[in-house]
């Protein structure tokens, strides 16, 4: 499929819905695609009793303006339970979210619209929006992370996404504190300063540094020590997952001279091991920013469900519609 501006609006496609569940608010959005949004919504993510009711008054409230919803995505906050063949599927599970561990939003969401929901993480989601309309165009071997209140990431093989027996955690991947960094606890509830999250998100450079992320100047020393963690984590990916491209978001990297330190510094770190990396034109090409921004995740949803009407199985991957294979 192809997203543009100028495409025009098709009115027989089915209604979807599509939701981002995040951990500070809900987009909800009704339409049959990502450029034909008709109603959309956010709700702040307080407790399950409040915020659940309020999306479900939503899409009532849509189907009653626009007609049935044929199938509704819904990307979410983690961890939570996408395995199918699990008796928990639909879980949210073990958050530090208050009141959200084992609620299973998707048995709430579907008992109440009456709705085939096709579930998975919210960086899944962004993952396929970008890989669909952004940054990922053309290239079937991903890895999108975004680097904000947390570090969450997502993977693509051959146009599919892998999922084990869960869904990866890149952000708790555990690497070393860089020399030079300060002693500070981290900012990991499970790993203090053992794993990236702990050392390189948002509230990790706000503990550092005593400063928001967003106020450390250009030139702060901070921006470096970022890099490296940055550069470490993208190193590993490569190692292990071979992509071909690696799509950095999130709040965090609205520093854009963090692009150029992060390419040099993986350079650095992979020292000519990998053939396919050797230049500087490579790793532009390799580490490369969100295109969609805060969108990602909404357009995810929504394609989400429109892979669910395509009648394909939740466990084929992504459908082949979306993707082209490089
Ligand atoms: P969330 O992860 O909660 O969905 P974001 O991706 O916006 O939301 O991440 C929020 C984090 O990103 C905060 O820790 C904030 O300090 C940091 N952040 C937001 N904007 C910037 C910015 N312009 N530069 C650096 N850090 C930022
Ligand atoms: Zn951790």
Same mark, same amino acid.
């Given at each position: 499929?192809?997203?543009?501006?100028?495409?025009?609006?098709?009115?027989?496609?089915?209604?979807?819905? &599509?939701?981002?569940?995040? &951990?500070?608010?809900?987009?909800?959005?009704?339409?049959?695609?990502?450029?034909?949004?008709?109603?959309?919504?956010?709700?702040?993510?307080?407790?399950?009793?409040?915020?659940?009711?309020?999306?479900?008054?939503?899409?009532?409230?849509?189907?009653?303006?626009?007609?049935?919803?044929?199938?509704?995505?819904?990307?979410?906050?983690?961890?939570?339970?996408?395995?199918?063949?699990?008796?928990?599927?639909?879980?949210?599970?073990?958050?530090?979210?208050?009141?959200?561990?084992?609620?299973? #939003?998707?048995?709430?969401?579907?008992?109440?619209?009456? %709705?085939?929901?096709?579930?998975?993480?919210?960086?899944?989601?962004?993952?396929?929006?970008?890989?669909?309309?952004?940054?990922?165009?053309?290239?079937?071997?991903?890895?999108?992370? =975004?680097?904000? =209140?947390?570090?969450?990431?997502?993977?693509?093989?051959?146009?599919?996404?892998?999922?084990?027996?869960?869904?990866?955690?890149?952000?708790?991947?555990? #690497?070393?504190?860089?020399?030079?960094?300060?002693?500070?606890?981290?900012?990991?509830?499970?790993?203090?300063?053992?794993?990236?999250? &702990?050392?390189?998100?948002?509230?990790?450079?706000?503990?550092?540094?005593?400063?928001?992320?967003?106020?450390?100047?250009?030139?702060?020393?901070?921006?470096?020590?970022?890099?490296? !963690?940055?550069?470490?984590?993208?190193?590993?990916?490569?190692?292990?997952?071979?992509?071909?491209? #690696?799509?950095?978001? &999130?709040?965090?990297?609205?520093?854009?001279?963090?692009?150029?330190? #992060?390419?040099?510094?993986?350079?650095?770190?992979?020292? !000519? !091991?990998?053939?396919?990396?050797?230049?500087?034109?490579?790793?532009?090409?390799?580490? %490369?920013?969100?295109?969609?921004?805060?969108?990602?995740?909404?357009?995810?949803?929504?394609?989400?469900?429109?892979?669910?009407?395509?009648?394909?199985?939740?466990?084929?991957?992504?459908?082949?519609?979306? !993707?082209?294979?490089?």
């Amino acid at each position: 499929m192809s997203f543009s501006s100028d495409s025009v609006r098709c009115k027989e496609r089915p209604l979807l819905g &599509g939701i981002e569940a995040g &951990g500070t608010k809900f987009v909800c959005a009704v339409g049959s695609a990502p450029d034909d949004i008709r109603e959309t919504q956010t709700f702040p993510t307080t407790e399950p009793e409040k915020t659940l009711p309020q999306v479900i008054d939503f899409f009532q409230s849509c189907v009653r303006t626009h007609g049935a919803i044929k199938g509704l995505g819904l990307g979410c906050f983690g961890p939570v339970d996408i395995d199918q063949t699990s008796t928990s599927w639909g879980q949210i599970t073990t958050t530090p979210k208050p009141n959200w561990s084992g609620v299973n #939003i998707v048995k709430v969401l579907s008992e109440a619209l009456g %709705v085939a929901i096709e579930f998975d993480t919210d960086v899944n989601a962004a993952l396929l929006a970008e890989a669909t309309l952004g940054a990922g165009r053309n290239v079937a071997d991903l890895v999108y992370v =975004t680097i904000g =209140t947390g570090i969450g990431g997502a993977l693509m093989s051959g146009g599919r996404a892998i999922n084990g027996s869960m869904h990866p955690e890149i952000g708790h991947m555990q #690497i070393a504190r860089e020399e030079g960094d300060t002693e500070f606890e981290g900012s990991c509830l499970f790993h203090g300063a053992a794993c990236l999250e &702990g050392l390189a998100s948002g509230p990790a450079i706000t503990v550092r540094w005593k400063t928001p992320a967003h106020e450390l100047g250009m030139d702060h020393s901070g921006w470096e020590l970022q890099s490296k !963690y940055l550069a470490t984590m993208c190193a590993n990916l490569a190692l292990i997952l071979s992509p071909r491209r #690696i799509i950095l978001g &999130g709040g965090v990297m609205q520093q854009p001279h963090l692009f150029p330190m #992060i390419r040099s510094n993986l350079q650095q770190k992979l020292a !000519y !091991y990998l053939p396919q990396l050797n230049t500087a034109a490579d790793f532009e090409q390799f580490v %490369v920013p969100a295109e969609l921004g805060q969108k990602a995740g909404i357009f995810g949803a929504i394609l989400m469900a429109q892979r669910l009407t395509l009648n394909h199985s939740r466990q084929d991957g992504f459908a082949p519609e979306t !993707y082209e294979r490089q």
